[in-house]
């Protein structure tokens, strides 16, 4: 890590440049020549009641830690290519994305009047009116409004859903609880904050909150955990609404079809359905994007039809009075039903979480110019048709459909059901890998089902359990009213916590105004907690189970989480010091064979107690030994010339060294042993070289010991983090002030001595680590698991010695994921109390 900044007074220290500060300046003391070694310049008056004080906001270069000097930038978001694109790709990339992010939503028209009816019984025409307004209004403020406008602007790198949310907070904010997250991951980062102003401020304020409470972190974390079990749960809603809504047609078609056939039939389909989720999604997305466009070209046409045929006047549904009428007449039934106005939003939430490898101006531009334009129409043109039929308050949708053109618009109804499940399985998939590689889900077995896309994968146990639990679900109620209610709650939840997320991200990242912050939380958290307020009124017609399966989902997130952290912070407790391998010198103890040892830690700093008993147990170690962790850290990907980050562990003689390897929550893990070694050996060459090239410029250079003078004095004030700090008004709270000092290495040789020594140190080192490699590299794996102490308390206990143990006996291992022969492993367990 980089040098603590010490007090002292003296000069103004020069940070060099690889680092960053923002500093406070006394006018007075401030030169146009010590000025250029500074990149930005801004003033700032300072108001006190004794005097006034003007002051300059100076910003250096940024501060890196040295393991992390080749992290600096990260390659720009794909979204500037979206110019780049021809029309023949914009065509494909719009049936991709139809199929893949709006087919959910897409789906909403054919149940979205079943359940509000089945809940509010419509006595004229402006019954249908008010409740076509909430639908109307429901789908312009949310799904276009909250999630298009606003939401999709909120992905991480291009990456949607809860964690990706979570994730960019936390990039801003050391506001993360994950077991193994590093501080100086920060730059890989693409995100800046902006030039002083009062966003900046409150930027700055909501950013020592969130980092200095315990409490709020905790509570960031567990709204996390809640809103990814609610994806997850509506992994087993959607499929079950969509595909029995969709065959319930079969009842308008075939009039010796009942429930009981239309049930089974759903049964049927959804085994078939996960049975191929497995198959490439790239190729199937593909295949059905037409489908889709066919459908949502059939709901537009549909709804025209209607509105030719039974009038425009449901046109007047645009007026929003008609809402309050709605309630006027029937406030009861008014509230209740607003739970299945919701549905016709439902797949907002899936939009978001499935952009992925989509451009946010092509997802925004398909759903104003295609997927709203339909909607609209669709649901116009079965009002349109209530208000002439006011008796036919189910299978609204199937009903309004002209006789001769029933059966090609069930079939590809069917087909878009079918599709819309699919590609919300697919979104479950993705935030299960995405809590797997944060550490908050345990390990599963991932299968990648695309070579060019990375993130389109397939979980086998998750895959089952959502079958089993769908096919339950539809045996269960066998209805889509009591599981469109269940749909509302999982929907609801989600995104009432989206919001939330979303509102500090726009004072933590995008530093916009606070009253169009205040205005985006007030009207979209009251808006989504009066529908929840409604769903949960349906909590006996079978909302309960979702809450359960979401609860108990929660709950194996919340205790492997626990555990993990648990564990990792033992480890770093138990960590060899320094002395102790000085003590034993540079063969440890013990005999140095040639090769290269890759001991496998979680420990990111220092050397882990689990080689200790490696010492012990084996009769002699390699004499190359590096230390690998694996992080994966909170952004999509890491490219691959920063996969790999070194520094090195004791003097030169021990050739030993620390070895960070990074791994993004869309990054493949499960790659080839030989090719990874490859990598990693290329990287600590060039490590090498470059510490040797460090220390030759060393050994030419004179610096003087320079430092930063005290607040009192000349109000240069550094922060604790590296980030920013200003002596009022924005971080005032910083107390004490930094001071660096730069010694520059001294010889009493003569320069040229000192460059070839120096030039055969790093010949003799490339030479042993060549030798090394080939002799071979073995894997050196160490298992921690943990157990409660006796004096611990009975939760504790219960949730260590049992829960968490048998998540541990069950989950994946580790090593099934390194993809490495057992022939080049050696594995030492080792258990400690916590």
């Known amino acids: 890590m980089a040098e603590e900044p010490k007090r002292g007074n003296g000069h103004l220290a020069n940070f060099g440049p690889s680092e960053s500060r923002w500093a406070a300046l006394d006018d007075e003391e401030y030169s146009e020549e ?4 500074w990149v930005q310049r801004m003033s700032l008056l300072e108001s006190e009641e004794d005097d006034t004080v003007e002051q300059k906001l100076i910003r250096t270069s940024p501060q890196i830690d040295p393991l992390d000097v080749e992290a600096l930038e990260i390659a720009e978001s794909g979204e500037t290519q979206f110019e780049d694109l021809t029309i023949g790709k914009h065509i494909f990339l719009t049936l991709q994305i139809l199929a893949v992010v709006f087919g959910d939503v897409g ?7 079943d359940v509000i009816l089945n809940k509010y019984s419509v006595s004229g025409k402006d019954d249908v009116l008010g409740a076509l307004s909430i639908v109307l209004y429901t789908l312009i403020l949310i799904s276009l409004v909250k999630y298009t406008l606003v939401v999709l602007w909120a992905n991480h790198d291009g990456e949607g859903g809860t964690f990706a949310l979570y994730s960019l907070i936390c990039r801003k904010a050391n506001a993360g609880l994950l077991a193994n997250q590093l501080t100086y991951e920060s730059p890989i980062s693409s995100f800046g904050l902006k030039v002083p102003s009062p966003e900046l401020e409150r930027s700055l304020k909501v950013k020592e909150y969130l980092e200095s409470s315990l409490a709020i972190k905790w509570l960031l974390l567990a709204l996390v955990l809640l809103s990814t079990s609610m994806v997850i749960a509506d992994g087993v809603v959607t499929p079950a609404i969509s595909v029995m809504s969709a065959f319930n047609g079969l009842k308008v078609g075939i009039s010796s079809i009942g429930q009981e056939e239309v049930v089974m039939i759903s049964i049927a389909s959804l085994i078939v359905l996960f049975c191929v989720q497995r198959f490439n999604t790239s190729k199937v997305g593909l295949a059905v994007g037409p489908a889709l466009f066919i459908w949502f070209c059939s709901l537009g046409i549909i709804g025209i039809f209607n509105l030719f045929k039974y009038g425009f006047s449901v046109l007047k549904a645009f007026n929003p009075v008609y809402i309050y009428y709605f309630f006027g007449r029937n406030p009861s039934q008014a509230w209740m039903s607003l739970g299945g106005c919701l549905l016709c939003a439902t797949g907002s939430e899936a939009m978001f979480a499935d952009l992925c490898y989509f451009y946010v101006r092509s997802v925004q531009l398909t759903f104003v110019i295609i997927v709203l334009p339909c909607l609209l129409l669709g649901y116009l043109g079965q009002a349109a048709f209530l208000m002439e039929n006011i008796t036919e308050t189910q299978q609204v949708f199937f009903s309004s459909i002209p006789s001769g053109a029933f059966w090609p618009v069930f079939l590809i109804a069917t087909i878009a059901a079918l599709i819309a499940s699919r590609a919300m399985i697919t979104a479950i998939f ?4 995405q809590s797997i590689a944060l550490g908050c889900f345990p390990r599963v077995k991932v299968i990648h089902t695309s070579r060019k896309f990375m993130g389109q994968i397939y979980i086998p146990v998750i895959n089952w359990l959502l079958l089993v639990s769908c096919v339950a679900f539809v045996a269960t109620f066998g209805s889509i009213f009591e599981i469109g209610n269940a749909y509302g709650i999982a929907e609801l939840g989600v995104m009432i916590m989206t919001t939330i ?4 991200i726009m004072l933590l990242v995008w530093q916009i105004h606070i009253a169009f912050v205040l205005c985006f939380f007030t009207f979209f958290m009251g808006l989504e907690l009066v529908f929840f307020s409604s769903v949960l009124g349906g909590l006996a017609d079978g909302s309960w189970v979702m809450l359960v399966f979401a609860g108990f989902l929660f709950t194996i997130m919340c205790i492997w989480n626990y555990g993990r952290k648990l564990k990792y912070e033992t480890e770093e407790k138990q960590k060899l010091s320094q002395d102790l391998m000085m003590e034993l010198g540079c063969n440890l103890g013990t005999i140095r064979a040639p090769g290269i040892g890759l001991v496998y830690n979680e420990t990111v700093k220092g050397i882990p107690g689990i080689f200790g008993h490696f010492l012990t147990t084996l009769p002699a170690v390699h004499s190359m030994i590096i230390f690998v962790s694996i992080k994966y850290v909170p952004i999509p990907a890491v490219p691959q010339s920063k996969r790999f980050l070194f520094r090195r562990v004791c003097p030169i003689s021990y050739h030993m060294f ?12 499960k790659e080839n042993h030989q090719a990874f070694e490859q990598v990693l050996i290329e990287s600590l060459e060039k490590f090498i070289r470059r510490e040797a090239h460090e220390r030759a410029l060393e050994s030419d250079e004179d610096a003087d010991a320079i430092y930063v003078r005290e607040a009192s004095s000349s109000n240069i004030l550094i922060a604790p983090n590296g980030t920013y700090s200003l002596s009022t008004p924005l971080l005032s709270s910083i107390s004490h002030v930094a001071k660096v000092n730069s010694e520059a290495s001294t010889s009493s040789g003569e320069p040229g001595n000192i460059a070839m020594a120096n030039a ?5 080192e490339l030479s042993i680590l060549q030798k090394a490699k080939a002799i071979g590299v073995v894997y050196l794996l160490g298992h921690g698991d943990i157990r409660a102490r006796k004096d611990s308390w009975f939760f504790k206990k219960l949730v260590i010695n049992y829960f968490y143990a048998f998540l541990r006996r069950n989950c994946r291992k580790s090593v099934a994921s390194l993809s490495v022969p ?13």
């Open 430 to 433: 993705s935030c299960i890998k």
């Open 822 to 834: 057992q022939a080049n492993l050696i594995q030492v367990s080792m258990t400690n109390m916590v």
């Open 107 to 113: 789906t909403s028209p054919l149940y979205t009047f």
């Open 658 to 669: 620390r070895c960070i390897a990074r791994y993004g929550y869309k990054d493949v893990r």
């Open 501 to 504: 997320l979303v509102t500090i």
């Open 34 to 37: 010590e000025g250029q070694d």
């Open 760 to 764: 055969l140190i790093l010949e003799s």
